[in-house]
C-alpha cells in the first residue's frame, strides 16, 4: 500500500496502454482516478471536477505538455504545483526556462512506480522539485 493518502489523479496520456498501466497502478493503490486522452479536454474536465493531483504525458498531439500547462496555469494557477509531466525527453522540458522556473516535476518514462509515487507526495506536498527514474 502507498504512503500517499488516496487522492483524486487525472491521467492525461494519448497512449492507450500507458494510460491504462498508470491507472490500473493508482488504483491499486487506492487513488480515484480519471483519465483522458487529449489535453485540450483537461479544463473542461478541472472545471467540473477538483482534482488533487494532474499527470499528464508532454508529448501529445493538439495540446501537449507545454501548452496544458500555460492553459492550466491562467485558467487554475492553483494546479500548477500539483502537476507532474511524464515524458521520454526529459532533458528538453528541463532546460525550458518557464519550465524550470515553475518548479515543474518531470518523471522520466521509462519511471519505476516508486519514482511515481515519490512525484505524487512532492506534488500534494507542494514540493518544487524535478522527479527522476530511479
Sequence with gaps: ????????????????????LIEDLLTADGHEVDTLTDGRQVLARVAATPFDVIVSDMCMPGMGGRALHHALAAAHPELIPRMVFISGDPLAAATDARFATAGVRILAKPFTWDALRDALRAAVGCEQEQVGAK
Excluded at 2 to 19: A, G, M, Y
Aim: a negative charge; hydrophobic letters at 45%.
Design 1 to 20: 500500500m502507498s504512503s500517499v493518502p488516496p487522492l483524486r489523479v487525472l491521467v492525461v496520456d494519448d497512449e492507450p496502454h500507458v494510460l491504462r
